[in-house]
C-alpha cells in the first residue's frame, strides 16, 4: 500500500452502530479507522473528505458513487461493500480503475425485512403512530382511528421472491388471502408460497394491502405510478420495504393527500428523507428510516465480514472478490 499509513473510511453508519457491531482491533492496529455518522452533503463534499482514503467501507448504496465520484478518489484501492449490488454504485467504474471490490453477505436472509414489513402492516392497519402520538400528547384514545383487523382480508404481494414469500408465509398465520404478481411469476411459484397468481391490476382492485419486494432495475423502476394506484381499492394500504423508485413518488403524494389510499414507507427516492419532503407533512402514512434489513444481528455479520475483507485486502489475498465486468 505504500509508504503511507492506510486509511480506511467506515462509511454510513448513520445509526452509530458499527463500533460495538464489531471487533475493529485487527484491523485498527494496521491501519486508521474513521467512522462516518452523517451522509455526506453533496458529491463535492464527499469527494472532499474521502480523498485521503485507502479503503472504503460502506453499507450497501447508501451514499452514492458515480463515476465522478470515483474519478476523484485517487488513493481508493479497495471498496468494500455490504450486499452484492446497489443501484447507486457504479461498481463497473470501480473495476475499470482497477479498484478491488469485495462484498460482505452478512446474515441478511430476509427475515429482518420481511418482518418489518409486516410491523408496518400493523402499525398502519391499527393506527399505532396516531395511538402513540395521543397518549404522548397527554391524551389516549380520541382521534385515534380504530383501524381494521387483517384476518379475512387481501394481501397482495407484488414480487413473490425470498422475501415475498416469507411475508406470505406470515400472512397465512393471519388468515389473509393472499394474490401474487411479477413479471415472472408462475402459478406453481405462486401456490407454494400460500398465493394465488393475478394479473397486475386485478391484484391492484381487490387487494386492502399491497406489498412490493421487487428488485429495483431498468423494468421495475416507477412500477408503481398514476395508473396503479388509481387501480387500488379506496382505503387500501400501499406497503414499501424494497426500494423507493419502485414507486412514482410525486403520484405517491397526490394520491395520499385526497385520502383514497394509505401507506406504510421504508424506503425513499432520496436517502436520507430530505428536510420539507412532502412526504414528512403527508398525512395517510407511516415513515420508517430505512430500517429494513438493519438488525444487530445483520449488522454484526456485515461488519465482522467487512473486516475480515479488509485484513485479506492488506495480506494480498483478497477474499469475496467481486467482479462487476467479468
Known amino acids: 500500500m505504500g509508504s503511507m499509513p492506510v486509511r480506511v473510511a467506515v462509511l454510513d453508519d448513520w445509526q452509530g452502530l458499527a463500533r460495538e457491531a464489531a471487533d475493529w482491533a485487527a484491523l485498527e492496529c494496521r491501519a486508521e479507522v474513521v467512522f462516518f455518522s452523517a451522509p455526506f452533503a453533496s458529491e463535492d463534499d464527499a469527494a472532499s473528505q474521502l480523498a485521503g482514503f485507502d479503503v472504503l467501507m460502506v453499507m450497501r448504496e447508501r451514499t452514492a458513487f458515480p463515476a465522478s465520484l470515483i474519478a476523484r478518489l485517487p488513493r481508493l484501492k479497495l471498496f468494500a461493500m455490504t450486499g452484492r449490488r446497489g443501484a447507486t454504485l457504479d461498481l463497473a467504474e470501480f473495476a475499470r480503475r482497477g479498484i478491488t471490490i469485495c462484498y460482505a453477505d452478512g446474515a441478511d436472509s430476509g427475515e429482518?425485512?420481511?418482518e418489518l414489513a409486516l410491523g408496518l402492516i400493523i402499525a398502519a392497519a391499527r393506527s399505532l403512530p396516531a395511538g402513540d402520538?395521543?397518549?404522548r400528547a397527554g391524551g389516549f384514545q380520541a382521534g385515534v382511528p380504530a383501524?381494521?383487523?387483517l384476518a379475512g382480508k387481501t394481501l397482495g404481494i407484488i414480487g413473490l421472491g425470498r422475501l415475498g414469500a416469507r411475508l406470505a408465509?406470515?400472512?397465512?398465520?393471519?388468515?389473509?388471502k393472499i394474490l401474487a404478481w411479477s413479471q415472472n411469476l408462475t402459478d406453481e411459484a405462486a401456490a407454494a408460497a400460500g398465493a394465488i397468481r393475478v394479473g397486475k391490476y386485478e391484484l391492484l382492485a381487490a387487494a386492502d394491502v399491497v406489498s412490493l419486494h421487487l428488485v429495483l432495475s431498468a423494468r421495475?423502476?416507477?412500477?408503481?405510478?398514476a395508473a396503479e394506484l388509481a387501480a387500488m381499492k379506496?382505503?387500501?394500504?400501499?406497503v414499501n420495504t424494497a426500494r423507493g423508485p419502485l414507486v412514482d413518488e410525486a403520484a405517491l403524494v397526490a394520491a395520499l393527500s385526497t385520502g383514497r389510499i394509505r401507506a406504510a414507507l421504508d424506503v425513499y427516492d432520496s436517502e436520507p428523507l430530505p428536510q420539507g419532503h412532502p412526504l414528512r407533512a403527508c398525512p395517510h402514512v407511516v415513515l420508517s428510516p430505512h430500517l429494513g434489513y438493519g438488525?444487530?444481528?445483520t449488522f454484526r455479520a456485515f461488519y465482522r465480514q467487512g473486516i475480515e475483507n479488509v485484513l485479506a485486502f492488506l495480506d494480498g489475498v483478497p477474499v469475496r472478490r467481486l467482479d462487476p465486468i467479468a
Do not use: K, N
Request: aromatic share 6%; net charge neutral; no cysteine.
Open 133 to 135: 402520538a395521543a397518549i
Open 295 to 297: 438488525t444487530m444481528e
Open 169 to 176: 408465509r406470515y400472512a397465512v398465520a393471519l388468515d389473509m
Open 220 to 225: 421495475t423502476r416507477g412500477i408503481i405510478g
Open 147 to 149: 383501524g381494521f383487523q
Open 112 to 114: 429482518a425485512t420481511a
Open 234 to 238: 379506496p382505503g387500501a394500504l400501499l
